[in-house]
């Protein structure tokens, strides 16, 4: 089945460290999205993607940093400098930039605790 | 500034009744209203998508109309069900390069037996 995988579903930071989140899709879509959803404020743009080796800064893009190497896969490392970084994080992709009358598929998540 | 909000918060209601949750958007030159579902802990499950040029869509028992001259979306939920009980998401697409989608805060519901 198509669909977008996110791993791992649970993950521990300790202070100073960086994490990474894995996100990988199948639905050869070209666009992909991370975002934050945090308790009472929604969802919140991190980075996105619109094709292979090109992304660009989204709401609250700073502490975090992509890459986009191939179609399928677009992780989000969280750095030691987002100071806030305990979360749920949710990874997305939709068909192609020129087509915008599309919607978005999401992934299940990863749920990021500092400890 | 373009913004959604939901209302209400959170909702309540016994099993079996029609209900309806709200969506109001700031700016109506929107590409297309994305309703989703979240259980606790879980991701976004898409449920129905209309297109600017549309104004309802329809899915079993869900029905989401669009106004987009008074900035306002709405998902009828018929005779709900225990396994409805869940967050609601209503999020727009503008006509920009980003793709972004802006989000309401959702509205939380729970369906009594």
């Known amino acids: 089945d198509g669909g977008i995988t996110q791993s791992p579903k649970y993950l521990f930071r300790k202070e100073g460290q960086n994490v990474t989140l894995s996100c990988e899709q199948n639905?050869?879509?070209?666009?992909m999205y991370w975002y934050r959803q945090d308790p009472g404020q929604g969802l919140r743009l991190i980075y996105y993607s619109q094709i292979v080796n090109d992304f660009q800064k989204g709401d609250i893009a700073e502490g975090y940093s992509v890459s986009r190497e191939k179609k399928e896969s677009f992780p989000l490392t969280v750095t030691s400098a987002q100071k806030n970084p305990t979360a749920f994080y949710l990874c997305?992709?939709?068909?192609?930039?020129?087509?915008?009358?599309?919607?978005?598929?999401f992934g299940s998540g990863t749920r990021l605790t500092v400890v | 500034k373009q913004e959604v909000t939901q209302i209400p918060a959170a909702l309540s209601v016994p099993e079996g009744e029609n209900l309806v949750l709200n969506c109001s958007f700031t700016?109506?030159?929107?590409?297309?209203l994305q309703w989703f579902r979240q259980d606790p802990g879980k991701g976004l499950t898409s449920l129905l998508l209309i297109q600017s040029s549309q104004r309802e869509q329809t899915s079993g028992r869900l029905n989401a109309s669009l106004d987009k001259s008074s900035g306002r979306s709405t998902l009828y939920i018929a005779a709900s069900q225990p396994g409805d009980s869940a967050t609601y998401l209503c999020?727009?697409?503008?006509?920009?390069?980003?793709?972004?989608?802006?989000f309401g805060q959702g509205t939380t519901l729970q369906v009594k037996p």
């Open positions: 700016d109506s030159a929107i590409y297309n």
């Open positions: 639905l050869n879509h070209d666009a």
């Open positions: 997305a992709s939709s068909i192609d930039r020129d087509r915008p009358f599309n919607g978005y598929t």
């Open positions: 999020a727009v697409k503008y006509p920009s390069n980003t793709g972004k989608l802006i």
